[in-house]
């Protein structure tokens, strides 16, 4: 899905970033930001996040340093996205999933009991998962589960910690000991 980068009043307006900038960051995101990010993290709008997040760093630079000027704005701009992007990739590529922890072949090895709850089989096997499904539930955190479905929609933690009140890495933080405390859950069955 195409993100279309919003207009740059908007945009100077929220991030504080400078017209040039804005104008620099929105060609860069048209003609090579948007396919770059879609090919490194698939996830457009994390992308425009990310793209933003540049464009207002570099804007924060220029402020903070005016004596030295920045000769290559696109190129500037250009490597502190892609370091952004790289990054983001690294991060996810990290990140725990119940199923690539799931052994790969198909031949006699033993699922973990807390990976049942995938490629069931069987109306028996089904109702022994509904029954774990439901008894994990009840001891899950409201407000990690609303993290969650708002993370699988494509929020970044950054506009999740402005909506909580909290710093974006006090958020991760809190988000990532979550989940390790539910795949442990999982595991144990």
């Given at each position: ?23 620099t960051?929105k ?41 030295r000027?920045?000769e290559n ?8 996205f ?24 198909g031949?006699?090895?033993q699922?973990?009991q ?5 490629a ?12 774990q ?8 955190d ?21 909506h ?11 988000y990532?000991?979550?989940?390790n ?9």
């Amino acid at each position: 899905m195409r993100m279309p980068w919003p207009p740059c009043e908007e945009v100077q307006d929220v991030y504080k970033i400078d017209r040039d900038v804005c104008e620099t960051a929105k060609q860069l995101w048209t003609v090579e930001g948007e396919p770059f990010c879609l090919a490194e993290i698939g996830d457009a709008a994390e992308g425009l996040d990310l793209m933003l997040a540049a464009a207002a760093s570099v804007a924060r630079f220029r402020a903070a340093y005016p004596d030295r000027r920045i000769e290559n704005l696109k190129a500037y701009l250009r490597t502190a996205f892609r370091r952004l992007i790289l990054e983001e990739r690294r991060r996810k590529k990290r990140h725990l999933t119940l199923v690539d922890e799931l052994p790969k072949n198909g031949g006699g090895e033993q699922r973990p009991q807390g990976f049942a709850l995938i490629a069931v089989e069987g109306s028996q096997e089904k109702d022994a998962l509904i029954a774990q499904v439901k008894r994990h539930m009840k001891a899950i955190d409201p407000r990690f589960l609303e993290v969650h479905e708002y993370r699988e929609m494509g929020y970044t933690f950054e506009r999740l910690a402005r909506h909580y009140g909290m710093k974006p890495n006090h958020l991760r933080s809190w988000y990532s000991k979550k989940w390790n405390c539910l795949v442990k859950r999982l595991r144990k069955g």
